[in-house]
Structures are given as structure tokens and as C-alpha cells.
Nanobody, 114 residues
Framework: QVQLVESGGGLVQAGGSLRLSCTAS????????MGWYRQNAGNERDMVAG???????NYADSVEGRFTISRDDAKNTLYLQMNNLQPEDTSAYYC????????WGQGTQVTVSS
């Protein structure tokens, strides 16, 4: 049974940092390209950062240069280091494969105050 558990969110002031974690169970994590998603105003989840099984990364323009995605396959864990957070980064954050094939976890809320 696949389970994704996100953590690390919180309330920070603009310019602050957070590190999100996503731990996966019930799957062969290392074979999958993974992504971090956040919920938009229409309640859809947009990918903001992705990482292949070989470690190549890509980012949405809105977070390029501020967010860093990484993975530890030995721990079945995906990370998102978020620096220089801005109020527009406020959202619930989720992880999944880049094709969204697994059941969604509960997400972790990031709130950035101005």
C-alpha cells in the first residue's frame, strides 16, 4: 500500500526558509521521478519542482533560484528546501511522482506572512 507523508510546513515571515520532507512507503521510491506540488486557487496541484531518478532537477519559474529539490533514496525521502519565501508561496504542499500516479498524502501547509 503506497503512502506519502509530507511534513515540515509552518508559518514564516517573508524572506524566511523552510525545509519540507516527504517520506514514501510501500513503493520502490528510487525508480521514480518525483515532484513537489502546491495547490492553486482552483484547488489543482501544480508541480513546482521535479527530480529524476538520476538527480536531474527542474523548477517552475516562480521558484527558480529559491527552492531546491533533493532526494535520499536510502531513506525513501524527498526534500524541498525553500529559501526567500514570499507570501505568494503560501499553499499546501504535496509530493508525488511527476505523473501523479500515487495516492496523495495529507500535504503540509506553508504560510508566509508579509
Amino acid at each position: 500500500q503506497v503512502q506519502l507523508v509530507e511534513s515540515g510546513g509552518g508559518l514564516v515571515q517573508a524572506g524566511g526558509s523552510l525545509r519540507l520532507s516527504c517520506t514514501a512507503s510501500g513503493i520502490i521510491f528510487r525508480n521514480n521521478a518525483m515532484g513537489w506540488y502546491r495547490q492553486n486557487a482552483g484547488n489543482e496541484r501544480d508541480m513546482v519542482a521535479g527530480i529524476t531518478s538520476l538527480g536531474s532537477t527542474n523548477y517552475a519559474d516562480s521558484v527558480e533560484g529559491r527552492f531546491t529539490i533533493s532526494r535520499d533514496d536510502a531513506k525513501n525521502t524527498l526534500y524541498l528546501q525553500m529559501n526567500n519565501l514570499q507570501p505568494e508561496d503560501t499553499s499546501a504542499y504535496y509530493c508525488n511522482t511527476v505523473c501523479k500516479k500515487w495516492p496523495w498524502g495529507q500535504g503540509t501547509q506553508v504560510t508566509v506572512s508579509s
